[in-house]
Every structure is written in structure tokens, then in C-alpha cells.
């Protein structure tokens, strides 16, 4: 069994804990799946009224919250999915193609 932290695109699928054991939370905090994004979001704060209602709809947890204000989006764990644009009500998200 291998830790989260020694596994890489070189491990083989015989050398992964089964899913059944697993014995290491939030190892996701580790991994950048941001990457495949192509479309991003864009916050708008000056448009942000701090309702975070896009907090809970974020399948990613992307939108970190501090002192109840939502802050940047985390583009390391954000997949593009728009999710946020759609339930903003004030307009604070735009949903642009990401330039790589």
C-alpha cells in the first residue's frame, strides 16, 4: 500500500490501496484537477453582493469563504463546470473560455 503522497502517473493500478481501505482523508486537497478545465470563471466583486449562494452549489468547494465573504475561486480544484454563473443572481460571475 502506498500513501497518497507517493503516488504518481508512473504507479501502477496493483500498487493502489484498495477502495475499501482507504486510510488517508482529503488527499483531493493535493491534487491540481483544475487542469482540464476550458471554460473559467470570473469573479466579480464589485458586483458581489456576498449572498454565497454559489458556496453550497460548487461541486469542487472552489469558492473559499472568510469572515462571510466568498473569495477568489481556487482554480487549482475548479473544473469549469459554470455551475456558480448559473445560480448567481447579482451577475458577479462571468463564464469566459480559458486562455491556456
Not at 501502477?12 to 478545465?37: C, F, H, M
Not at 449572498?51 to 475548479?78: A, Q, T
Request: net charge negative; hydrophobic share 35%.
Amino acid at each position: 500500500m502506498k500513501k497518497a503522497a507517493e503516488i504518481n502517473e508512473h504507479t501502477s493500478w496493483q500498487e493502489l490501496t484498495p477502495g475499501a481501505e482507504i486510510y488517508e482523508p482529503a488527499t483531493s486537497k493535493l491534487v491540481n484537477t483544475g487542469d482540464w478545465r476550458t471554460m473559467i470563471p470570473v469573479f466579480l466583486e464589485d458586483k458581489c453582493r456576498h449572498c454565497l449562494l454559489c458556496v453550497p452549489f460548487c461541486p469542487d468547494s472552489s469558492i473559499p469563504v472568510k469572515n462571510g465573504r466568498r473569495e477568489e475561486f481556487d482554480f487549482m480544484h475548479c473544473k469549469g463546470c459554470g455551475i456558480c454563473y448559473k445560480v448567481c443572481p447579482f451577475g458577479a460571475i462571468e463564464f469566459v473560455r480559458e486562455e491556456k
